[in-house]
């Protein structure tokens, strides 16, 4: 194992060091040819006129071209000519511009914050020395803090019209030196009772909320909002008032959605239903009265508010509403089902139930205004309504009647070309996928001894391989990239292919876990389970035409086949399982059985077309190399294990061991360094070259570093011997075919300056 890690270490190195020397190279032709395009394009600027144009087209070479005239006599043409733009998509322009204002916003108030900061620290650290040396008592150190933070306010607010994102971070400061000098005042010095710390700390809430609405500051509204959400906690003294409590943030949510409303502001809503959230998970995991089912309907509705807001004043649904509203409704689902479970047992499927006809209220509302809302709303109802079902009854049962569903709705849409089953489709597949790992849960979590095949979780299991299968077939119909809710699914249809057939991998694959577990060993169990995920991968390659797999998917599936087929030989350890646990002999014969998909990968790669641009790929030719060499060595060294040992025999398995890692080892790199040369040259594939040498280069450190320590006399002339002559006639090929070699490895360099 130590060997193959340092082989792999050298690939590895190789790799990337070819890698990068490559993008450097390519870069740098890039750059050359974006150049060279934009001096063109100054030469050109050719003379529209209306009727007909003469578009002289100049290239700058070292031989004069001709003028080349072309005549465009309409505007279609013109469109025609013109120099394509590039097509950014929305979702990165959006990412882009959002990044280059957070970047912009800390970049030009960077030292506003950290003064502000510094002051409040330097403020704090005069006040802790001015009471260690008892200057001022708990009266007069409030007064200094109240008196501080107003001031800063003040100076904010007669620089809002010069400097507006500087007055903003100014008042918020002085804000928080408020409810910071008002909080210790409460907590430290006991000035006055929690109720009145709570009036003062809501009235600079209020403040900070009025100044923001007057100066139509959105940041200094956050900074209140904060102080809002955070004022709670600073007054707290560990009573479970909850009741107080949600009916202030519900006032106060109310003011941030009024405020929302008037200002057309965005962020300020997200915050606060995060907020909201947090708080609600304090109570609705350890509730302490019926009353919590109240306001977790009121927050609901405001929530729902807060994300179709724009749509009441005319104004567009964008993406961060849509998200607000979705991920509304989830909460409130997991929130409400937890918090009925703590009082009810029966019918808690009724939380769905209520939230999906409220999704469904909103798609009947908007479904001829807004398209994009009515489809989530639609999505989140049937959602919700397979959820509660889902609920109401066992989970295999279940799963079986979502698997048909599924089904159905791909067949009725591709029936009638309606985009709701299509939805519907989409939106039904993280609910099937959760009721689907419960079913399999059972595996574990139920005692009961389940018989092969005929059992509930296997047969729900084929049922949803089945309705998978028939999936794939539907799904050919889908777009490249579909929309979902609003939402661009990239390769939407390779996509929803690999979804189904993990469906039908991990339903066999749990099976035969299950089943094997009995009667076999760890290793001999691990050994199936890989197996089999490497008959299923060779499977899909084989029939990926028909599963919808594109060929990005198909290469990736292939390297992680190879990867299984690698791990296989040292997670089952045949020998010592054959030797030590006495099973038969003939075992090794069905553990030989990977050997059938591991020669398919290789002529597939090697010998299909589709493969012909991977061919090329550094990364698949030193994976495919290294999983041969570690292949032959690991299947020899068995071979030669169960011929020379006897079973039970410790001491002959140690000498046979010490043999062939100290002997055989080398002589086997030996050959396949002189082998993966030879057809390096032959071919011209200057990676195999590399791994001969590497391979000899192990050799060497291996039997001077190691080896030679280790081995008698005898085994040490016969090892140096051997060596020695197979070097010998690596060195004399290679003296043979050097000018092959050299024009091997100089092609790459003439393509490149050739490109250049």
């Excluded at 007055?167 to 210790?184: C, E, K, M, N």
């Excluded at 001829?368 to 009854?393: D, H, P, R, V, W």
């Excluded at 690698?566 to 069905?590: G, Q, R």
Aim: hydrophobic share 55%; proline share 2%; with cysteine.
């Amino acid at each position: 194992m130590a060997i193959f890690c340092i082989l792999l270490v050298f690939a590895l190195g190789l790799y990337w060091n070819n890698k990068f020397s490559r993008l450097k190279h390519e870069l740098e032709n890039l750059n050359f040819k974006i150049k060279y395009l934009e001096d063109v394009i100054e030469k050109e600027k050719p003379i529209i006129k209306p009727e007909v144009i003469e578009e002289n087209i100049l290239i700058n070479d070292h031989n004069t071209a001709p003028i080349i005239k072309k005549a465009i006599t309409n505007s279609a043409h013109l469109e025609e000519h013109k120099i394509p733009q590039p097509n950014i998509k929305r979702s990165n322009e959006l990412f882009s511009r959002l990044l280059n204002k957070t970047l912009l916003f800390i970049q030009d108030n960077f030292l506003t914050i950290i003064g502000i900061v510094t002051l409040v620290l330097g403020i704090g650290y005069f006040v802790k020395y001015a009471i260690d040396q008892n200057w001022i008592n708990e009266v007069l150190r409030v007064s200094i803090g109240v008196a501080i933070g107003a001031g800063i306010i003040v100076a904010g607010h007669y620089l809002r019209n010069k400097y507006e994102v500087f007055s903003s971070i100014l008042i918020g400061g002085g804000i928080s030196i408020l409810y910071f000098t008002l909080t210790i005042a409460f907590r430290e010095y006991h000035l006055f009772n929690q109720n009145f710390a709570f009036i003062l700390l809501a009235f600079v809430t209020l403040l900070s909320i009025i100044l923001s609405f007057i100066y139509n500051q959105q940041v200094l509204f956050i900074f209140s909002l904060l102080g809002g959400f955070a004022a709670p906690l600073m007054i707290s003294t560990g009573e479970s008032n909850y009741i107080f409590l949600f009916s202030y943030l519900f006032i106060l949510n109310l003011g941030t959605l009024f405020i929302i409303f008037k200002k057309n502001w965005e962020y300020p809503g997200v915050l606060s239903f995060i907020l909201s959230i947090l708080f609600f998970n304090t109570w609705a995991f350890d509730p302490t009265d019926k009353v919590i089912f109240i306001f977790l309907f009121l927050y609901y509705i405001v929530f729902i508010a807060f994300s179709i807001l724009p749509l009441v004043k005319a104004r567009n649904f964008t993406l961060t509403n849509q998200i607000l509203y979705i991920i509304n409704t989830l909460s409130f689902t997991i929130l409400g089902l937890y918090t009925y479970q703590h009082y009810y047992t029966d019918f808690i499927s009724l939380i769905p139930f209520i939230l999906a006809g409220c999704s469904l209220i909103i798609f009947f509302i908007y479904k001829n205004t807004n398209q994009q809302l009515s489809n989530t709303s639609i999505a989140l109802g049937i959602g919700l309504i397979t959820l509660g079902i889902g609920i109401e009854f066992k989970a295999n049962i279940v799963t079986s009647l979502w698997a048909i569903q599924s089904t159905m709705l791909l067949f009725l849409w591709k029936r009638s070309h309606n985009p709701i089953f299509k939805g519907a489709f989409i939106a039904l597949t993280p609910f099937f996928i959760i009721s689907l790992i419960i079913n399999w849960a059972k595996y574990i979590t139920d005692q009961q001894v389940y018989p092969i095949i005929i059992n509930p979780i296997f047969i729900t299991s084929g049922l949803v391989v089945i309705c998978s299968i028939a999936n794939i077939f539907l799904i050919k119909s889908f777009n490249k990239e579909e929309k979902f809710a609003g939402f661009k699914i990239n390769n939407a249809k390779n996509l929803f292919s690999l979804v189904s057939i993990l469906f039908i991998y991990f339903g066999i694959l749990f099976e035969l876990m299950y089943q094997t577990d009995k009667y076999y060993t760890y290793n001999i169990i691990i050994g199936i389970l890989i197996l089999y995920s490497i008959y299923f991968s060779c499977i899909i390659l084989y029939f990926s035409r028909l599963f919808n797999i594109n060929h990005s998917t198909k290469f990736a599936l292939g390297m992680i086949s190879l990867v299984l087929i690698s791990i296989y030989p040292l997670a089952v350890m045949i020998v010592d399982e054959i030797i030590f646990n006495s099973i038969s002999y003939y075992s090794y014969i069905f553990y030989l059985l990977y050997l059938i998909p591991f020669i398919y990968l290789i002529l597939l790669y090697i010998k299909s077309d589709e493969f012909k641009l991977d061919k090329k790929n550094n990364f698949s030719q030193w994976l495919i190399c290294a999983s041969c060499i570690y292949i032959v060595c690991f299947e020899v060294h068995n071979l030669f294990m169960i011929i020379t040992n006897e079973k039970q025999n410790v001491p002959l398995y140690l000498k046979n061991e010490e043999i062939f890692f100290l002997i055989l080892l080398p002589i086997l790199w030996a050959i396949l360094g002189f082998t993966t040369i030879y057809f390096g040259i032959n071919k011209r594939i200057k990676n195999l070259i590399y791994v001969g040498f590497i391979l000899f280069v192990l050799i060497i450190l291996k039997l001077y570093l190691i080896d030679v320590w280790q081995m008698s006399n005898v085994f040490r002339i016969i090892s140096f011997i051997i060596l020695g002559i197979l070097i010998l006639i690596t060195s004399f090929m290679y003296q043979k075919w050097k000018k092959v070699v050299n024009n091997i490895f100089d092609a790459k360099i003439d393509i490149k300056k050739a490109d250049s």
